[in-house]
């Protein structure tokens, strides 16, 4: 028995990994940032009809609010990415908590459309990109090495938190009404965050540790300091003129308008196709369940085969699998739909983390990844018009799914013109030349050397 | 698992990016998210277009004249003249 978990553990790698490393409690803190911040962006759904029926505003005009969040978001992005490079994710997340707790607050309060426009559209936009962008690279910092792994762990926060969120809004929506719901969530919501961030560290340094998968033969990465700011600003205009910087801008771009017609269309789709609203939901939970595996795999793939791989795999099966809804009919149809099309979906958007770090190094990859999440936003804006867009128009979902379609496939020839993966676009980020003289790092961690890609 | 490394500014230089430099342009992808941009606007000009000579010529049929003699927003007239095949 002993053997074969021996075999086991060199089998699929276990033994270079241990669970007694700080940077789980930051995966699992990430996690949480995660799950609260984005669950209220994908709630919104619950919270068109109480506003109706409180307010009598017309469906559109709540819609713009979400619009309208998506935008600022996204074009929060690159400055919130460069703020958790220059100030420390810590405190950017912090004020982001802030401002979560204050756009909760005026949204439970709002009595005019200007004001749930102002309250969601504004600030709980600012505070969305406060909180999802610096959380990633400070995610990456934590890792020398193993990074998809820690990436997959967190990715899969995207999926249960806006499923646990739903469920508990409408209960709170039921019980306590729209208003009250948003301020229990509001506080508890911004208690959880301002707890579990005393417990963040925005690097091991910070922490006195060291990134996980270190080995003694590694030189310390420059993390923190005046020479980390100056050299971060001439690192990141190299950044600015490199293919990938910009394509992957595009590519999360294109990506992100190809789902976001499926997840936003997906139940009217299917209601009009004789679906019940209720099963027509579960169409769209099953996608979110079953993405659970591929968020965590994309990530650990990409590391140990290639990104690009991953990614083009990811894409071109979001692109192709979105055709199956063209011949869809019965719920079977759409069910089928829901679990293989979750598969290349679910794997769409995780890998880009490990893809920075093939390019980039070990810089701090909080402006890069901000500047594609501006890509991100716009696309998850533009994407849900899509489909209401093209209904009102046509009277039918068809141009909807072909532009869906044309949006995935031309993220995957986007991928196919990306840059091999195999050396670094600019050398590595600084490391000291070699130790300080009288300085050790005694607890290495685990970790093996890093794979070729 | 404390680490022993003193705090890093001692370091005044940065060796590994001395002398490196990028002398090409990103054209490629620079060029290949000004095309993504240009096929998104060029896709909502062209629904855009649809709706609005849609809107437009349902105007005119519930006046009984034709489109030319109707009215119509900036809007529409915008997206219409922007759009070849509309």
Redesign the interface.
């Known amino acids: 028995m002993r053997n074969a978990a021996l075999w086991f553990d060199r089998r699929f790698g276990l033994e270079e990994h241990t669970i007694a490393?700080?940077a789980w409690v930051i995966v699992a803190i990430a996690g949480v940032v995660q799950m609260v911040g984005a669950a209220i962006r994908m709630a919104f759904g619950v919270l068109v009809d109480p506003l109706v029926a409180a307010f009598g505003w017309t469906p559109g005009s709540i819609g713009l609010a979400y619009a309208l969040m998506s935008i600022v978001t996204a074009l929060a992005s690159p400055m919130s990415g460069y703020l958790g490079n220059r100030f420390g994710a810590r405190r950017t997340m912090i004020a982001g908590t802030v401002l979560f707790f204050i756009g909760m607050m005026w949204t439970s309060q709002t009595q005019q459309i200007w004001e749930l426009y102002v309250a969601y559209g504004i600030v709980f936009g600012i505070s969305q990109a406060l909180l999802l962008v610096p959380v990633v690279p400070a995610v990456a910092a934590w890792f020398r090495r193993h990074l998809g792994l820690g990436t997959g762990i967190m990715m899969v926060s995207w999926s249960l938190g806006p499923a646990l969120v739903i469920q508990v809004l409408a209960v709170l929506f039921e019980n306590v009404g729209w208003s009250q719901a948003f301020v229990i969530v509001g506080v508890v919501g911004t208690g959880t965050l301002l707890v579990i961030l005393l417990f963040f560290k925005n690097t091991?340094?910070d922490a006195?540790?060291?990134a996980y998968g270190t080995l003694e033969t590694d030189n310390?990465l420059?993390?923190?300091?005046?020479?980390?700011i100056s050299?971060h600003k001439?690192?990141q205009g190299?950044v600015?003129?490199?293919?990938?910087?910009?394509?992957?801008?595009?590519i999360h771009?294109?990506g992100c308008?190809g789902h976001a017609v499926i997840l936003v269309g997906i139940i009217p789709l299917g209601i009009s196709k004789g679906l019940s609203p209720l099963t027509a939901a579960g169409v769209l939970t099953t996608i979110s369940i079953v993405s659970v595996a591929t968020r965590f795999g994309a990530p650990v793939l990409a590391e140990r085969m290639s990104p690009k791989r991953v990614m083009f795999v990811s894409f071109f099966g979001q692109g192709v699998g979105v055709f199956l809804l063209l011949t869809a009919n019965t719920t079977l149809d759409f069910y089928i739909f829901a679990v293989i099309w979750a598969i290349p979906y679910g794997g769409e958007g995780t890998a880009f983390p490990v893809l920075i770090r093939k390019y980039f190094g070990h810089t701090p990859m909080g402006t890069t990844y901000g500047w594609q999440l501006l890509g991100a936003g716009l696309g998850m804006a533009?994407g849900g018009v899509i489909p209401g867009?093209?209904f009102?128009?046509?009277g039918t979902y068809i141009?909807a799914i072909i532009?869906s379609a044309v949006f995935s496939l031309?993220g995957s020839v986007?991928i196919l013109?990306l840059e091999n993966t195999r050396r670094q676009l600019?050398?590595?980020?600084?490391?000291?030349?070699s130790?300080?003289v009288?300085?050790?790092?005694?607890?290495v961690?685990t970790g093996s050397a890093e794979p070729g890609i | 698992m404390k680490s022993a490394v003193p705090h890093q500014v001692i370091e005044t230089t940065t060796p590994n990016l001395d002398g490196f430099e990028i002398t090409r342009r990103p054209l490629i992808g620079f060029g290949l998210l000004i095309s993504s941009v240009i096929g998104t606007l060029a896709v909502l000009i062209f629904f855009g277009a649809w709706a609005s000579s849609d809107r437009i010529e349902n105007r005119a049929l519930a006046a009984g004249i034709s489109e030319i003699q109707g009215e119509s927003e900036w809007w529409e007239d915008g997206l219409v003249f922007a759009c070849p095949l509309h």
């Open positions: 490393h700080y091991p340094e006195g540790k060291v310390p420059i993390t923190s300091g005046n020479v980390f050299t001439e690192f190299f600015y003129k490199t293919n990938a910087f910009w394509n992957l801008i595009n771009f294109l308008v533009l867009m093209v009102d128009i046509t141009w532009l031309a986007a013109l600019i050398p590595n980020w600084p490391e000291m030349e130790k300080p009288g300085s050790e790092i005694p607890s961690t």
